[in-house]
């Protein structure tokens, strides 16, 4: 798939020059100084040697077979020289020259046409506008870009969006001794983009992290799909720029692409097991932890420190990301009183005293890793007079080599030489220098296992009476109505299963009193109208009516009132409704994202809904444990779990509730609205009752779907 | 005051040695190497030549005037030590020694004894178990500490808690070229402390900013004092370790020093205008920004980048800190026009494109700089082929140095190299690897001037009617309840002017009766009891009582109830109450911590307080602009605006009560508890009204406050 472009046994590099500080120049210096295995041909009209290779005037003369070709010849050339390679039989590419859809219309068009000619021609292709690709496996040594630094080898598969972002980065790794296996500009992602790679490096054992920097994601429920199953493998990391609007703005004025709406993004990069991170920083923090840890058992965190006040802020740090502080064995106690000095403090953290010598951080960090309470470690240094801090990470580098089972990290609060030493060495643990920064790759680590662990979840298939919504539905299509009636909304509900309050819909009084008296008393009266979607508003909701006659006047004033205001045309009729009782209001639907499609939203309802903001996302469609995980995110999760004596509601009813939702907009995705609002909690029985229901659909994508010509349709032709 | 401790003629260095590696010996050659100005005197029992100074056996012996004398000396001969420094005639000690309060009670009890003579014989001590003292002033150039690096000088004042953390950043500050003025290793504070250092600093124009590594604030009122007013003339930026409970608890086992309940320190710093830190990192980073740039004028920032990608993150870290992304004029906009490339993006984010030559660097920062609309500027370098990183951060110095009224800060996503090298240079802006940390300093800048700017604010007095509050409180005492009854608790509200429900209590039917009447329906009845404080567990609180006859129902059942359940006896009578309609419930109260004392508590009341915790902490006496950011920093704060079509909550009504709450609890500070639950927002008029309240004081406190023995007391003799 990608093994022409990331495993090539020869590459050429059309538009390579003998120019000092030009890409074609730069690029053939990196092929060079990395020792690429493979054949080298530099393709330029002058011919001649580059950087000591024999340089071809055009790719065709290059005499032996080429796997990839990199170009960087100038913009207007580039659709004829794909012509060229697809004469040469070459099937990858790497286009770094920039100037397509990033700069406009025109550019984008020819994008278009670059991308037809790589389809038509069974190729694949990077870039264009992008900074080269990298891979470091031995057997390949290949640095095709124009970054500033030499790579480090690792096991970080990486996919970067932005081509100066991903030089810039290229940097900082070096720097940060964080080494990768394999590194892909995507740049416009015309062709090859996230998912591409993700696939690619699914199982790629040199590949053990998938490291992203993404302004866009482009086909979200693909990545879903791959994300959710790759990152039970390996951990995908993810830095997802244009949070903000103002961001997101930035970013659509940036390598042509629409930033997706962020809360979309975030469900989606949750519910998919991938850990997002919000800076470069801390993306790189969490991929020297992974590079370097294993995935620990539990979330309880030994601490070993020679100085009071670090142990307090990492235990602040530890704390604050729920991770456990490890209950220390009375035995290890014991042994650890047995060797250190009186002063020390063998309870958690432990406290060696800034003396202590490099002998007590190795028979500390043995016993302590010993301990079947302690899952992490973090050993913290401050320096102390005769101590050289490398001497004291060797000592516990070679603890941690002996016991590679748990995840050790160091914080060593010392001179920044320290961490140049480490990025010349061979290490086998992370070291930070601050303790915030190593809770944090903590947190990381735990965050894995618990996505590891996580069942994997079934969108389950409610058996619901399709027919019935569907038709419900198609009136209102044809009747040019993009917003259902109340009554029509929670007739759909009802169809798929959903508790909606019992009611039923009376046109005149006898009924109004029929349905009454078959409900019980007490009873909700709600008008519904064609014309009036906001029915408060004109006294069209009347509560707590306890009997017949009450029913009766009631009725009879709202008649009388709808005619004074002239709305009287409008109504269709009335909801009579049981009233239910209880005062946990809980809100939950649908909101569809232009590029996400559509998302669910679970959370407090009521008055509450945007004052607390206490609500939930995730992209359906969901699995039960993401209508779990919904239910239980938001704070509002102690309100149902019955706090202040209240009864507990049925969380399981909920869940499903949810559940049908997800299914009903799989079903019609045309649903561009949905709210249930209040999602009543019973107080009498705990369940979640639908009290009030609106659902609106994009009536064109509607008609699409629902009215074929054909005379026999009754849901039967789709 | 201190003057004798930072800025010493003349040092003894009592516990001077020639061996290597011990205290005595690393801080004499620290005292060399940094060339203090003054006379240093080692003293050492075996006498001889230290370090190339004469030694003297004994402080008698020293041949000059001594201004500080550093105690190196084991914890066994200190106190003899300081008699020795009186007779001496010494002033300022810095005792290193450890081996005091933080060792156990014993050490404790050595520690007091040491303080004690330290007062008596008029003297300032700084430690023990410290670090040392510097002052980085040519005139005096002092590095009495054993760090390992000596210091940068700088304009920062610091003050440390934990002697190692200390030490580490020292040697951190040291290699991100933050420099300081004046370093404080307090250790365990036994006389000199934060506040002490403070003070000393508030006139010294050498310290333009104060640091502060805190794990326990020892004298809460005098800190809130001290920094509230200085901060308003120089930054005070602090890093309080011990936020969890777990770290807490790490806390106090060290330095032997309590640590504050979080919650409470945190509205402490706050109020106080301290900026807070959650991280070294964090700390340090603001004090280079500090260091380095003036105080803004506005909030409004522009973005220069060469790459999109740190544009977009740039973006989404500015706007998540609040602060507004610039507009940038039209007229600057056509100027960046008239010189940048026609692919660069002259609209915030100011995309230069890649390529941008160190010229455009300069231009650009210099065009936006003079725009209006721009009060801080950040600056991206992301390298390119043939710039030099250190080339444009020159430039940008250049450009700076010229402009030297907004702050701009640099964001380099360069190799390490590039920041050793400008820890050798003098700069004048910050530079940080990543834009987020660039954020945060901008962030900090706009905190200091909206800090700056923020009123006095002042602690009204009310007239309220204290005799009748008092005589309540004494009954209560008098009984030995420490729990007010709610009759009571809203007895003394309405004494301080507190808007309660109207209301009377009556004890038998006909005074109920009477009462209803003249408050007029609906009604609400409540019972009072000394025995039960849950009332409405025991059905004792009826709503909505909307006639005399219902009234007389009511409660001929309440006294049914109560008898056949056996409560009867400790009934003292129903309070009949206006209802009040309203569906805002808020709460306010006062709690007490043990170290920080009242603390006032405003937010969202009813079955949410819990679940939602969207409440807010001052520690009393609040000023009114203290009370009014109470109001506004909760999310309920828009739910009190008027969200959906309520009527707007009276703001300063509201104000005014937790004003009055501050009054009350300052007139009596016996006072435990206090909570108004719910302060419900009458929907008619918008006002705050306390519907129940709960007081509950320190019985022995008040007792001896309130019940003097003399026969005249009626609140004269306190």
Redesign the interface.
């Known amino acids: 798939m990608l093994s022409k472009i990331l495993k090539p046994k020869s590459i050429a590099v059309i538009g390579a020059s003998t120019k000092p500080?030009?890409?074609g120049s730069?690029l053939m210096q990196r092929l060079r100084d990395y020792k690429f295995k493979g054949n080298i041909y530099p393709v330029n009209p002058k011919g001649g040697m580059i950087e000591g290779f024999q340089a071809y005037t055009t790719i065709e003369e290059v005499p032996g077979e080429v796997d990839l070709a990199v170009i960087v010849v100038n913009a207007k050339f580039v659709l004829d020289t794909i012509d060229q390679c697809h004469k040469k039989g070459i099937k990858g590419l790497c286009i770094i020259t920039a100037g397509f859809k990033e700069?406009g219309k025109e550019g984008a068009e020819v994008e278009r046409q670059l991308l037809a000619k790589v389809k038509e021609y069974g190729m694949r292709c990077v870039g264009p506008n992008c900074l080269g690709v990298l891979n470091t496996h031995p057997e390949v040594s290949m640095d095709a870009t124009?970054?500033?630094?030499l790579p480090v080898r690792g096991d970080i598969g990486f996919v970067s969006?932005?081509?100066?972002?991903g030089?810039?980065?290229l940097?900082?790794l070096?720097?940060l001794n964080v080494g990768f296996s394999q590194f892909v500009s995507i740049g416009n992602q015309a062709d090859v983009n996230a998912e591409t790679a993700l696939e690619y490096w699914e199982n790629d054992d040199d590949v053990k992290q998938i490291l992203l920097?993404m302004?866009s994601i482009q086909n979200p429920s693909n990545f879903r799909k791959l994300a959710t199953r790759i990152s039970k493998k390996k951990p995908i990391v993810a830095?997802k720029?244009?949070?903000?609007?103002?961001?997101a703005s930035?970013?659509s004025?940036?390598?042509g692409s629409l930033?997706g709406a962020d809360k979309a993004a975030n469900a989606l990069l949750g519910q998919s097991g991938v850990i997002r991170e919000?800076?470069?920083?801390n993306l790189f923090a969490t991929a020297k932890v992974f590079s370097n840890c294993p995935i620990p058992k539990g979330d309880r965190v030994a601490i070993i420190t020679?100085?009071?006040?670090?142990?307090?802020?990492a235990?602040?740090?530890?704390?604050?990301y729920g991770l456990q502080?490890a209950k220390i064995k009375d035995e290890t106690k014991e042994k650890l009183r047995s060797f250190l000095p009186s002063?020390a403090?063998v309870?958690n953290?432990i406290?060696m005293i800034?003396s202590a010598p490099i002998e007590h951080y190795k028979q500390t960090l043995e016993t302590v890793i010993a301990d079947d309470n302690v899952d992490m470690v973090m050993v913290i240094y401050?320096?102390?007079?005769?101590l050289k801090d490398i001497d004291v990470a060797r000592a516990v580098m070679e603890i941690k080599a002996k016991n590679p089972s748990k995840p050790v990290i160091g914080v060593f609060?010392?001179?920044?030489e320290f961490?140049?030493q480490l990025s010349d060495m061979d290490v086998n643990t992370p070291f930070f220098?601050?303790?915030?920064?190593a809770a944090e790759g903590l947190h990381r680590l735990n965050q894995q296992r618990i996505w590891q662990n996580r069942p994997e979840g079934k969108v389950p298939n409610f058996s619901v009476d399709r027919a019935k919504a569907e038709s419900i539905i198609k009136q209102s299509i044809l009747e040019n109505r993009a917003q259902l009636t109340t009554r029509e909304s929670i007739d759909v509900l009802d169809a798929y299963g959903i508790r909606v309050c019992k009611s039923g819909f009376a046109t005149n009084i006898d009924e109004v009193v029929e349905l009454g008296n078959s409900i019980g008393y007490p009873v909700v009266m709600k008008m519904t109208s064609k014309t009036t979607s906001h029915k408060t508003d004109v006294g069209g909701v009347r509560v707590n009516i306890q009997s017949e006659a009450q029913l009766r006047n009631e009725y009879n004033d709202l008649i009388e009132k709808l005619t004074e205001k002239g709305l009287i045309e409008g109504l269709e009729g009335v909801i009579i409704q049981e009233m239910v009782k209880g005062?946990r209001e809980m809100v939950c639907g649908i909101a569809t994202d232009p590029q996400y499609g559509p998302m669910m939203m679970f959370g407090l309802g009521g008055?509450?809904i945007?004052?607390?903001?206490?609500v939930t996302f995730r992209i359906a469609p969901l699995s039960d444990i993401d209508a779990l995980e919904m239910i239980k995110s938001v704070?509002?999760y102690?309100?149902l779990e019955g706090?202040?004596g209240t009864k507990p509601a049925q969380i399981e009813q909920i869940q499903e509730t949810l559940l049908r939702l997800s299914q009903l907009v799989s079903d019609y995705p045309f649903i561009d609205e949905l709210d249930i609002n209040p999602l009543l909690i019973s107080e009498s029985t705990g369940e979640g009752i639908a009290v009030d229901g609106r659902i609106k659909v994009r009536l064109e994508e509607a008609l699409d779907k629902l009215n074929c010509s054909c005379a026999c349709c009754n849901g039967c032709c789709h």
């Open positions: 500080k030009t890409i730069e700069t124009f970054a500033e630094s969006q932005s081509g100066a972002l030089g810039g980065i940097n900082i070096k720097d920097y302004e830095l720029a244009g949070r903000s609007a103002a961001g930035a970013a004025s940036h390598t930033a919000y800076s470069l920083k020679n100085s009071g006040g670090p142990g307090i802020m235990t602040d740090a530890i704390c604050e502080i002063a403090s309870k953290p406290d800034a401050l320096p102390f007079l005769g609060m010392t001179k920044s961490f140049s220098m601050y303790a915030e920064e005062n008055v509450f945007e004052v607390m903001k206490d704070k509002a102690k309100l706090a202040r």
